[in-house]
Each structure stands twice: as structure tokens, then as C-alpha cells.
């Protein structure tokens, strides 16, 4: 087998990851044995993606801003049951959610790499923020009672030291939410083969979005345990914002129902933090 297979899980840290299909540019999406998610090979460098989180890339969002917002109360609806408490949201940008777990009654705190969006978040809502990956800002433990990750987890180099991390400094019982994209994204891959005539690719060098990471609801649910959390649920993350993938998603969350699992473009999942791994 080629020099491929030597390349270690970036999630669990295991060998022998295995080609799945090629992407463009070069690249292969190889898959873990043992938690099952698909990365990307190779890995662009850290400062190849420094250019992409730039100031240019937010802009797109201040077009969704209502959307944008609706959201974010969706997201906030999530934490109703969890008890108030210290926040910690890992890649908060330039910081809406933020100050929505704010105004819910949250104390709240946030990482993120783009220095502009970093600087953006502590201005506008005048919160902590840390520049940087969250093992950069070098948090005591045990000190938040509850971490977010909203899609960003498929951006990072090493979500596995990620998910280390906010382990470590949540409290024990702490809660973890983590969204990502679905790779069991059924009806999503199927319109966009009719619409595009082609299968719905995983990754382009110049895509906007670096998705770098894959999983499915099996996968997220190992990759979660394997780091010492229990998983309460896994459920479907209605983030899609236009209308025409509004329509795709709710024909997603009826296949869900169907298929007992989520089968929508992305899922988000609620895990409490249990015995930490040594």
C-alpha cells in the first residue's frame, strides 16, 4: 500500500487510515479504521489557511445576518435544559453567538484563529476572547461548565487535541455541543448530483470552506467517547439558511425520522463530560 496508509487519524491518533476516493488537486480522503472519520490527504499547513479566515470571509455573513440570527436562537433553544453557567464557544468568530448565550444568561468566553474575527468579537461584545487554537489559550481545568464548537471542528488540523482540550477544562458532568457536516447526507447528495450533474465533492484547494474532516453519526458518536464523553444524542442541525436548502433539509429530517439517525447536511450532538482519558 502507498505511504498513505502511515499517515495517523488526526481525531484518535490510530495508523492505517485507508483511501476512500480521490478529491481534486491530488488530494484522497482516507478513513479511520478505528473512529471512522474521513480526513483529507495531505493537510494544508497552518498558514495555508491563514488567508481564508480574513476579513473578506466574513463578509459574506453580514448578507445572512437575519438568518444568521434565527440560528443562533435555534442553537440557544439547545442549551435551555443546561443549567446557566461559564461558556466557552471554540471558534466564535466574530462573535454572534456569543453575545446571544450572552443575553440567555450565560457568562461567556471564546477562541478563535482569525485574529481579525478575534478582534471583531472582543470589541463588539466586550468578552474575553483568545486569539488562537483553544490549546493556545491554555485554559485552567476543570473552569467552564459548557464548550460549543459550531462547525469548526471540520476545520482544524487536529480536532482531536480540540476535543482533548475541551474535555480537560470543562467541569466534570460539564456539557459539550458540537455541530459538524453530515457526511450521511443522502437527499442533499442526491439533488446536488440532478442539479449539478456530478456527486457532491468533499474538497477543493480554493474552496471557500476548508472542510477537512468527515463523519457520520457513527463516527462523531466514537470520536466523542473516545475522548471521554458521554453522548446523550446526535440529532440533526438545521443551520441551512436559503430557502431551496431549507426545502433539502426538512426532506433530510423527515428521512432522518425514517432512517433513525441523522441523514441531514449536518448534525449536531450533546455529550456530557465523564471519566477523562489518561
Same mark, same amino acid.
Given at each position: 500500500?502507498?505511504?498513505?496508509?502511515?499517515?495517523?487519524?488526526?481525531?484518535?491518533?490510530?495508523?492505517?487510515?485507508?483511501?476512500?476516493?480521490?478529491?481534486?488537486?491530488?488530494?484522497?480522503?482516507?478513513?479511520?479504521?478505528?473512529?471512522?472519520?474521513?480526513?483529507?490527504?495531505?493537510?494544508?499547513?497552518?498558514?495555508?489557511?491563514?488567508?481564508?479566515?480574513?476579513?473578506?470571509?466574513?463578509?459574506?455573513?453580514?448578507?445572512?445576518?437575519?438568518?444568521?440570527? !434565527?440560528?443562533?436562537?435555534?442553537?440557544?433553544? /439547545? $442549551?435551555? *435544559? %443546561? +443549567?446557566?453557567?461559564?461558556?466557552?464557544?471554540? @471558534?466564535?468568530?466574530?462573535?454572534?453567538?456569543?453575545?446571544?448565550?450572552?443575553?440567555?444568561?450565560?457568562?461567556?468566553?471564546?477562541?478563535?484563529?482569525?485574529?481579525?474575527?478575534?478582534?471583531?468579537?472582543?470589541?463588539?461584545?466586550?468578552?474575553?476572547?483568545?486569539?488562537?487554537?483553544?490549546?493556545?489559550?491554555?485554559?485552567?481545568?476543570?473552569?467552564?461548565?459548557?464548550?460549543?464548537?459550531?462547525?469548526?471542528?471540520?476545520?482544524?488540523?487536529?480536532?482531536?487535541?480540540?476535543?482533548?482540550?475541551?474535555? !480537560?477544562?470543562?467541569?466534570?458532568?460539564?456539557? /459539550? $455541543?458540537? *455541530? %459538524? +457536516?453530515?457526511?450521511?447526507?443522502?437527499?442533499? @447528495?442526491?439533488?446536488?448530483?440532478?442539479?449539478?450533474?456530478?456527486?457532491?465533492?468533499?474538497?477543493?484547494?480554493?474552496?471557500?470552506?476548508?472542510?477537512?474532516?468527515?463523519?457520520?453519526?457513527?463516527?462523531?458518536?466514537?470520536?466523542?467517547?473516545?475522548?471521554?464523553?458521554?453522548?446523550?444524542?446526535?440529532?440533526?442541525?438545521?443551520?441551512?439558511?436559503?430557502?431551496?436548502?431549507?426545502?433539502?433539509?426538512?426532506?433530510?429530517?423527515?428521512?432522518?425520522?425514517?432512517?433513525?439517525?441523522?441523514?441531514?447536511?449536518?448534525?449536531?450532538?450533546?455529550?456530557?463530560?465523564?471519566?477523562?482519558?489518561?
Amino acid at each position: 500500500m502507498s505511504p498513505e496508509t502511515a499517515v495517523v487519524c488526526a481525531v484518535c491518533g490510530s495508523e492505517g487510515l485507508a483511501p476512500v476516493r480521490r478529491e481534486g488537486a491530488g488530494h484522497t480522503v482516507l478513513g479511520c479504521p478505528r473512529c471512522g472519520v474521513w480526513s483529507i490527504h495531505p493537510q494544508p499547513g497552518a498558514g495555508d489557511l491563514d488567508h481564508f479566515y480574513n476579513a473578506p470571509y466574513y463578509e459574506a455573513w453580514r448578507l445572512e445576518e437575519e438568518a444568521r440570527e !434565527r440560528m443562533w436562537q435555534r442553537r440557544i433553544r /439547545l $442549551l435551555e *435544559a %443546561v +443549567p446557566r453557567g461559564k461558556l466557552l464557544d471554540v @471558534g466564535c468568530a466574530e462573535g454572534a453567538f456569543l453575545a446571544a448565550a450572552r443575553r440567555a444568561g450565560f457568562e461567556v468566553e471564546g477562541t478563535e484563529i482569525s485574529r481579525h474575527a478575534a478582534g471583531q468579537a472582543a470589541t463588539a461584545i466586550g468578552a474575553v476572547v483568545h486569539h488562537g487554537d483553544l490549546r493556545d489559550a491554555a485554559l485552567p481545568r476543570a473552569s467552564f461548565d459548557i464548550v460549543t464548537i459550531w462547525h469548526v471542528l471540520e476545520h482544524m488540523l487536529r480536532p482531536g487535541e480540540s476535543l482533548r482540550e475541551a474535555r !480537560r477544562i470543562l467541569k466534570p458532568g460539564g456539557f /459539550l $455541543l458540537v *455541530a %459538524v +457536516p453530515n457526511r450521511s447526507n443522502t437527499i442533499f @447528495g442526491a439533488v446536488y448530483r440532478i442539479a449539478r450533474g456530478r456527486p457532491l465533492h468533499l474538497y477543493e484547494p480554493d474552496d471557500r470552506e476548508q472542510h477537512l474532516h468527515y463523519w457520520d453519526p457513527a463516527s462523531l458518536q466514537t470520536s466523542l467517547a473516545s475522548h471521554g464523553f458521554d453522548v446523550e444524542w446526535i440529532k440533526p442541525d438545521p443551520c441551512a439558511l436559503g430557502a431551496a436548502k431549507q426545502a433539502v433539509d426538512l426532506a433530510g429530517r423527515i428521512h432522518s425520522r425514517l432512517a433513525g439517525e441523522p441523514r441531514t447536511s449536518a448534525m449536531v450532538a450533546l455529550a456530557r463530560a465523564g471519566e477523562e482519558p489518561a
